[in-house]
C-alpha cells in the first residue's frame, strides 16, 4: 500500500469521520451565533452612525460607533481572538462541561465566537450602512405621514429595504465569517480547522505506514476544504433561488 492509499484509508475510519464531523458542528454553531449576533450588533452601529447627528449624546454615541467600526474593521481577526482569549472573562454559567467539551474548551469556544461577532459585526456594519445610504428619504416622508415613529419607521420599512439591497454583500461575509472561523485552530478551539490539525498530528497511528506523509496534509486538508466549500457554495444557492423568485414575483404580478 502505497502513501497516498494509507492516507485515503483514513477517510474510511469511522472514528475520525465522526470526530471531523463534530468539528464541522461546532463550526456552524460558532459562525451561526456570531452572524446572528453581528447582524444585531452591525445593524445599530449602521443606525447610530447614520443617523445620531444631532444633540450632545447623539453625537457621542456616533463617534464612539465610528470608533468601534474603524479600529475592528481596520485590524486582522488574529489579533483580537488572541486578545479576547487573554483578557476576555467567561460567565461561570459557560465555564463547565458541554457539547462534549471540556470546560477549559467551552470557555476557549466562548472566548473565540465573542472575538469572531466583534470583529464581524464592525463589517456587517459598514454593508447595512451602505444598504441605509441607498434609501431614499422620501421614504422618511413616506412614512411620516403614515403615522409611523421612528422606531417603526425603520423596523417596517427602511431596514427590510436595506437588508434586501445588500443581501448578496451580506452573503459574502457570511461565506467570509464561516471561513474565518478557521482562524480559531490557532487557539485550540476545537471546530473543523482544530480537529483536522489534530488528526495530521497523529496520523501515524491510523494510516497504517507508522509515520506522517505528504499525502496526509493534502487529503486531510483537502477534505477540509470540500466541506467548506459544500457549506458556503450550497449557501449561496440557496440565496441565489431567493433572489430569483424575488425577481420573478414582479413579473407574475405584472401578468396577472
Not at 4 to 22: D, H, P, R, T, V
Not at 50 to 57: D, E, R, S
Not at 151 to 162: E, K, M, S
Not at 207 to 219: A, K, P, R, Y
Request: charge should be positive; proline fraction near 2%.
Amino acid at each position: 500500500m502505497n502513501n497516498l492509499e494509507a492516507s485515503l484509508s483514513m477517510m474510511q475510519n469511522e472514528n475520525i469521520l465522526i470526530y471531523i464531523g463534530k468539528g464541522v458542528l461546532f463550526t456552524l454553531i460558532i459562525s451561526v451565533i456570531a452572524v446572528l449576533c453581528s447582524i444585531l450588533i452591525g445593524s445599530v452601529l449602521a443606525l447610530v452612525r447614520n443617523y445620531c447627528t444631532k444633540g450632545v449624546v447623539q453625537r457621542i454615541l456616533h463617534m464612539l460607533a465610528v470608533i468601534y467600526i474603524e479600529i475592528f474593521r481596520n485590524t486582522p481577526l488574529l489579533l483580537w481572538i488572541f486578545i479576547c482569549l487573554v483578557f476576555c472573562p467567561c460567565p461561570s454559567f459557560l465555564a463547565k462541561k458541554m457539547f462534549g467539551l471540556t470546560s477549559v474548551e467551552t470557555k476557549l469556544l466562548f472566548k473565540a465566537a465573542v472575538a469572531l461577532i466583534l470583529f464581524t459585526s464592525s463589517v456587517i456594519a459598514e454593508i447595512v450602512r451602505g444598504g441605509l445610504n441607498g434609501i431614499a428619504k422620501g421614504q422618511f416622508e413616506a412614512a411620516h405621514a403614515q403615522g409611523f415613529n421612528i422606531v417603526q419607521t425603520f423596523v417596517y420599512i427602511i431596514l427590510p429595504q436595506a437588508y434586501r439591497s445588500i443581501l448578496p454583500t451580506l452573503l459574502s461575509q457570511v461565506t467570509s465569517t464561516i471561513k474565518d472561523s478557521s482562524y480559531l485552530a490557532n487557539v485550540a478551539v476545537i471546530e473543523l480547522m482544530a480537529r483536522v490539525k489534530q488528526i495530521l498530528s497523529s496520523a501515524s497511528q491510523y494510516n497504517g505506514t507508522g509515520n506522517i506523509n505528504v499525502s496526509d496534509v493534502f487529503v486531510l486538508f483537502g477534505f477540509a476544504a470540500i466541506i467548506y466549500f459544500t457549506i458556503n457554495y450550497t449557501l449561496s444557492c440557496i440565496v441565489r433561488g431567493m433572489q430569483k423568485r424575488r425577481n420573478r414575483q414582479p413579473k407574475l404580478m405584472k401578468a396577472a
